[in-house]
């Protein structure tokens, strides 16, 4: 509509945009692509979304996807570093024309910046007071980035890289760049050399740089590549890579997968984060990590399709093609090792090590607040008399635990070892990790991390 009137208005004119490399967008560019040509309008399209042209890396690889990420990486270093951002356009000797009586206000789809009811949009009820705003725009993400490099400059000079997943703050405003990514205000490549050029500069180019220290945009790079000729890849049916396990079915799990989406499971870590995720619109990646795996394999045996759908509704930082990958990849599904990862995430341990005094769990879930520290992410141990004094009664002012996690966690292992028994003989061609180090960096797990924090909770 908008193309319609622009030609009404304009008569000729030049259209340049993105190439978006996701397949599920693929018809809406191939239309824009087919007006253009129909009309007569000359196009350009560039990509810029991400380090490499995908389908580069695939050609590279053979023709194939490259079906672990030590591959990818290997092929990434056959290629080379991704190309460095454009310079700024010296605008200085051009001279621009007026179109004149250009009425803009006929190709106006709103009379102005609509509201989120005008989209289809509602207003979601049972969010709390909190409200976070995102700015967006390029100038906003690169003061974000200006103040991302003085963070990671101080990690550089300490010896260390990726500060974030070191030391991972809850409580913290979000430093993340990756809605700013998603959205197109901050070019990545920017990005990737930014942080190249820095570490290069403290360590005087004395010490490589590994590809770790941008970690988090090399498995960006990886999913997208995975998906780029995988248009089932956001489902189980039809997805190649994706590993056909029989997630739970039925009215039982529709209510759980609700109570899960509104941070009512009665596991008040699992609860605060996506409650978080429902008012802000964004959670820390270990929490998005923490509660697909209690959705799928860890707790509730729902199929990762679920988790994903929700994610891309709520988080502003949604990226079909990461968003998906990642739900892939923890609910083991696919980039894990044939159902051989024995862990999963212990929604009581892993929770109390990064946030010891629970204080990310009383911002979002201010039922439990009251309670002791030692019940705070356990509160069902909590006594009658305690839970009394707390004003947190289990059962009334805050939910029963949907589930016993040392119960159902042990039940789904039992089941994925099944599931691994069958497939032994006909093993699928099947993305997996290459390494333990691998799984630990992806799951953002400490150097040397327990069983407790991985494993079942002792009732």
């Known amino acids: 509509k908008v193309l319609h009137k622009l030609k009404e208005e304009l008569g000729q004119f030049k259209l340049s945009f993105d190439e978006d490399y996701e397949p599920i967008w693929h018809q809406r560019d191939l239309a824009v692509r087919q007006w253009c040509q129909n009309e007569g309008i000359e196009f350009i399209e560039r990509g810029s979304h991400t380090l490499w042209d995908p389908r580069t890396v695939i050609q590279t690889n053979g023709g194939v996807p490259p079906l672990t990420y030590q591959m990818f990486v290997h092929t990434m270093k056959v290629l080379g570093p991704p190309p ?7 605008w200085s000797c ?5 179109l004149e009586n250009f009425g803009s206000d006929n190709i106006k789809l709103f009379p102005g910046i609509p509201a989120a009811e005008e989209l289809g949009i509602s207003q979601e009820s049972g969010l709390g007071e909190r409200v976070v705003v995102w700015e967006g725009g390029e100038n906003r993400a690169l003061r974000q980035l200006q103040d991302r490099v003085i963070v990671e400059a101080e990690a550089f000079k300490r010896g260390l890289y990726l500060p974030n997943q070191a030391q991972p703050d809850l409580l913290a405003p979000p430093t993340s760049l990756s809605a700013a990514l998603s959205a197109g205000c901050l070019s990545v490549r920017r990005f990737y050399w930014e942080i190249h050029d820095l570490y290069k500069d ?7 740089a590994s590809e770790n220290i941008t970690g988090q945009l090399i498995w960006r790079e990886y999913f997208y590549t995975m998906s780029v000729n995988n248009p089932s890849y956001g489902q189980v049916t039809g997805n190649p890579i994706c590993l056909g396990i029989s997630w739970g079915q039925g009215g039982g799990n529709e209510e759980a997968v609700e109570r899960w989406r509104r941070g009512q499971t009665g596991y008040p870590f699992i609860d605060a984060a996506m409650r978080q995720l429902r008012q802000e619109g ?21 199929s990762w399709e679920a988790g994903l759908a929700h994610f891309l509704h709520q988080l502003i930082d949604a990226d079909w093609s990461v968003c998906a990958g990642n739900w892939l990849w923890v609910s083991s599904s696919a980039f894990e090792q044939l159902l051989d990862c024995s ?7 892993y929770g109390r090590r990064l946030d010891p005094h629970g204080l990310y769990v009383k911002r979002y879930v201010p039922e439990v607040q009251h309670l002791p520290v030692q019940y705070i992410y356990e509160p069902w141990k909590a006594s009658l008399e305690v839970q009394e004094k707390s004003n947190c009664i289990i059962g009334k002012d805050y939910p029963e635990r949907i589930v016993n996690h040392q119960q159902a966690s042990q039940k789904n292992r039992q089941m994925m070892i099944r ?19 691998e799984v630990r960096q992806f799951m953002w ?3 040397k991390f327990t069983d407790h924090l991985c494993e079942s909770v002792h009732t």
């Open 84 to 90: 460095r951002p454009v310079s700024d356009i010296d």
């Open 202 to 208: 403290i360590h005087q180019g004395l010490q490589p």
């Open 343 to 349: 862990q999963c995430v212990c929604p009581v341990n």
């Open 445 to 447: 797990l400490p150097e």
């Open 94 to 98: 051009v001279s621009f024309g007026k």
């Open 282 to 302: 964004w959670i820390h990646h270990i929490a998005r990590n923490a509660v697909a795996c209690f959705l799928t394999r860890g707790d509730l045996w729902v």
């Open 419 to 437: 599931i691994r028994n069958s497939l032994v003989e006909n093993r699928p061609q099947h993305c997996c990790p290459s390494s333990v180090e």
